[in-house]
DNA sequence: CCTTTTATATCGGCCGTCTATATATTCAGT
DNA sequence: ACTGAATATATAGACGGCCGATATAAAAGG
């Protein structure tokens, strides 16, 4: 069974700022890196992630830059800007409540009978 | 700031059957339960339980029947079926691998700075 | 008597994600 | 030289989940 895409919205911004925090990356790394990252568990789109990084530098998160392609088209590198980091704490503290809610959800279920 | 919506998409109806595991509930009873057992962090609409009711009702993960109200309206009962308990446990499943692939992206980020 | 609470229900809309498609370049195979 | 795969970015159309607004109905409380 594939993950189930509808357990998989909402946090992808959030994942997207987290990768920038360790550097400037263009999107095409990204895709590669959270796959990577996450055990194989994401595997963010072309289609999704693009107009999201377009949303992003449009609220001013992230910035973009033009950067030399080693192969290929030339890339579009993408930087975590002020604001975006900002936002990446309250999206991880929103987060970190969201999980943990779940969790209390399911564990505290059977325990009572 | 409020718990960021998007952010919380897909796992409502894991929650509902969840809830059933304990016992046969209705869906008023529902939306106060998860509020209590998640510490007041879910706030489910009536506008999103009773649609996605009708939803699990077909797709046969519950079933419902007429019981006497207390007060007010009359109540309508959901019970748990076998795929309900079986659809339940998968998407538990799911829910854990992506819980845990987010933590991964969230906390190995960092380290190796 | 009127408002609140209990209780179920539907509709329209927003937003996030996916699929499909388009474009452009480089490298490997034949 | 030609073809396909990989690299790399981009947009449009569709789908599905959740919410706000609204409607209905009956009992309890002020």
């Not at 080693?70 to 987060?95: D, N, S, V």
Request: glycine share 12%; net charge neutral.
């Amino acid at each position: 069974m594939e993950l189930d895409k509808s357990l998989v919205s909402g946090s992808m911004a959030m994942l997207v700022l987290k990768l920038l925090e360790d550097g400037d990356k263009y999107g095409y790394q990204m895709i590669e890196e959270l796959r990577r990252r996450s055990d194989d568990t994401f595997h963010l789109k072309a289609g999704t992630l693009y107009p999201l990084l377009h949303g992003l530098e449009e609220k001013g998160l992230v910035t973009a830059y033009e950067g030399e392609a080693a192969a290929g088209k030339p890339r579009r590198y993408y930087r975590l800007t002020k604001r975006g980091g900002a936002a990446l704490r309250e999206k991880e503290a929103a987060w970190n409540d969201y999980a943990r809610a779940v969790g209390r959800v399911l564990e505290g279920g059977a325990c009572l009978a």
